[in-house]
C-alpha cells in the first residue's frame, strides 16, 4: 500500500522566548536531564526492509468471519431477511448499534427512491455509504488531510500521541518513526510517559531501530519538563518531525486529562500553534469498549485523528465505522502487523473493499 508522499519543507518555527522555561527547567540542586540518543540509521538501510503487511491482510479474519458473507446475502435479493442478516453481521462485527442503524436506513431510503432492484447495484451503494462514513474530515490538523499529507508542514511538525495503556501506543510511535526516517525525515521522540518506566525503556528501544533521537528523563519526571526539553532538542536539531509519547493511566481519569492538558500548554508556549496534530491510539481489538476512551480523549485533547493498531488481530473490523460515525474523527493509520514496517496510511476505499472481497 501506498504510505505517505513527499512534501515540502516549511520555514521552522518562530523562536519562543524564555516565558514559561522555568516550569521545564530542572530541580534546583539537580545535573540537568539526561538525553537519550541513538544514531541516526541511513535512510537506504531502513528502506531495505521487505514490504509491509497489507491492509487486505490485516482485515482477512475481520473479512473471512463477518464481511465477507455480505455479497452473497445481496444476491438472495432485496428483502426483509437481507436486512435482518445485514444488521446482525454489522452489530456482530462490533460496527456498533447506533452506526448501524444509520446504515440500514440509509440502504433502505436509497433502494426505494432510487427503485433498485439489482443486488449488485444495493450492494455497490452499501458500499459507498461505508466509504462516506469514513471520509469524515474536519480539516483540523496541519499535517495529513483525506489524501494523504498537506504539501507544506510547520517544522518541526509536532505530533502528541494519546491513549491507554495497552493499547499499543509507544509501539505506533516507533513505527511512525521508522516510516518517517524511510522517507529521509529528521524524527525526535520525547518520552512523556514518565510514570512507567516500561514506557521510557521501549520508546528507547523503538528510537535505536529507528536510528532516531529520543528525549528522555528518569521515570516520575515531570512531562511537562521532558516535553520542553524534546521542542529545544528539535528545533535545536533541525528535525522534521516531534513525536511525543504520553502517560495512558485511564483509571484515573480525571488526572490524566489534566495532565494533558498541561503538556498542552507547555508545548504551546513554546510553538503556539502546536500541537500540529492529535494522534489517538486505540486498539482495534476491544471494539465498542475504544469508543469510551476515544471519547475522554477527543474532549480533553481535540484529537485530529485516529490510528487503530492491531486491526490484524481482531475479526470486530468494523469498529472503525463507529469511531468515524460517533467521533467525527477521521481514523489517519491502521497497524497491520507487528513488526515496524507495519503501520498503513488508512484509504476508506481500499479498506471498504478489501472487507467486502468475496
Same mark, same amino acid.
Given at each position: 500500500?501506498?504510505?505517505?508522499?513527499?512534501?515540502?519543507?516549511? &520555514?521552522?518555527?518562530?523562536?519562543?522566548?524564555?516565558?514559561? !522555561?522555568?516550569?521545564?527547567?530542572?530541580?534546583?540542586?539537580?545535573?540537568?536531564?539526561?538525553?537519550?540518543?541513538? $544514531?541516526?540509521?541511513?535512510?537506504? =538501510?531502513? $528502506? =531495505?526492509?521487505?514490504?509491509?503487511?497489507?491492509?487486505?491482510?490485516?482485515?482477512?479474519?475481520?473479512? *473471512?468471519?463477518?464481511?465477507?458473507?455480505?455479497?452473497?446475502?445481496? +444476491?438472495?435479493?432485496?428483502? /426483509? !431477511?437481507?436486512? #435482518?442478516?445485514?444488521?446482525?453481521?454489522?452489530?456482530? =462485527? &462490533?460496527?456498533?448499534? !447506533?452506526?448501524?442503524?444509520?446504515?440500514?436506513? #440509509?440502504? +433502505? &431510503?436509497?433502494?426505494? +427512491? $432510487?427503485?433498485?432492484? /439489482?443486488? &449488485?447495484?444495493?450492494?455497490?451503494?452499501? +458500499? $459507498? #455509504?461505508?466509504?462516506?462514513?469514513?471520509?469524515? /474530515?474536519?480539516? !483540523?490538523?496541519?499535517?495529513?488531510?483525506?489524501?494523504?499529507?498537506?504539501?507544506?508542514?510547520? *517544522?518541526?511538525a509536532v505530533i502528541l500521541v494519546v491513549g491507554v495503556n495497552g493499547t499499543g501506543k509507544t509501539t505506533s510511535i516507533g513505527k511512525l518513526a521508522h516510516v518517517y526516517v524511510a522517507q529521509g525525515k529528521k524524527v525526535v521522540l520525547a518520552a512523556g510517559d514518565t510514570f512507567r518506566a516500561a514506557a521510557i525503556e521501549q520508546l528507547k528501544q523503538w528510537g535505536d531501530k529507528a536510528g532516531v533521537d529520543v528525549v528522555a528523563h528518569q521515570q516520575g519526571a515531570d512531562p511537562g519538563a521532558v516535553i520542553f526539553d524534546a521542542l529545544q532538542a528539535a528545533e535545536t536539531r533541525s528535525a522534521d518531525i516531534l513525536i511525543i509519547d504520553t502517560a495512558g493511566r485511564l483509571h484515573t481519569k480525571a488526572n490524566l486529562m489534566d495532565e494533558l492538558r498541561k503538556v498542552n500548554r507547555v508545548i504551546q508556549r513554546k510553538v503556539p500553534d502546536a500541537p500540529h496534530e492529535v494522534l489517538l491510539v486505540l486498539d482495534a481489538t476491544t471494539g465498542q469498549n475504544a469508543m469510551p476512551q476515544a471519547k475522554y480523549f477527543t474532549e480533553a485533547v481535540g484529537v485530529t485523528g485516529i490510528l487503530l493498531s492491531k486491526l490484524d488481530g481482531t475479526a470486530k473490523g468494523g469498529v472503525v465505522f463507529s469511531v468515524c460515525d460517533q467521533l467525527g474523527v477521521p481514523v489517519r493509520f491502521v497497524g497491520t502487523g507487528e513488526a515496524p514496517k507495519d503501520l498503513a496510511l488508512f484509504e476508506p476505499r481500499e479498506f471498504v473493499e478489501a472487507l467486502l472481497a468475496p
Open positions: 500500500m501506498r504510505f505517505f508522499r513527499k512534501k515540502k519543507e516549511a &520555514d521552522g518555527a518562530p523562536e519562543e522566548a524564555a516565558e514559561g !522555561q522555568e516550569q521545564a527547567a530542572a530541580p534546583e540542586g539537580r545535573p540537568p536531564p539526561a538525553i537519550a540518543e541513538a $544514531e541516526p540509521a541511513p535512510a537506504a =538501510a531502513v $528502506e =531495505a526492509t521487505e514490504a509491509a503487511v497489507p491492509v487486505e491482510e490485516a482485515v482477512e479474519r475481520t473479512r *473471512k468471519t463477518w464481511f465477507g458473507r455480505i455479497g452473497g446475502m445481496f +444476491k438472495r435479493g432485496l428483502n /426483509d !431477511q437481507l436486512w #435482518d442478516e445485514l444488521e446482525e453481521t454489522l452489530i456482530s =462485527a &462490533d460496527t456498533g448499534v !447506533q452506526t448501524t442503524l444509520k446504515i440500514l436506513n #440509509d440502504l +433502505k &431510503d436509497r433502494v426505494r +427512491k $432510487e427503485s433498485i432492484k /439489482d443486488p &449488485d447495484i444495493a450492494l455497490g451503494a452499501l +458500499k $459507498e #455509504d461505508l466509504i462516506s462514513i469514513l471520509q469524515v /474530515d474536519r480539516g !483540523q490538523g496541519r499535517i495529513w488531510h483525506s489524501n494523504g499529507l498537506h504539501e507544506e508542514w510547520p *517544522k518541526p
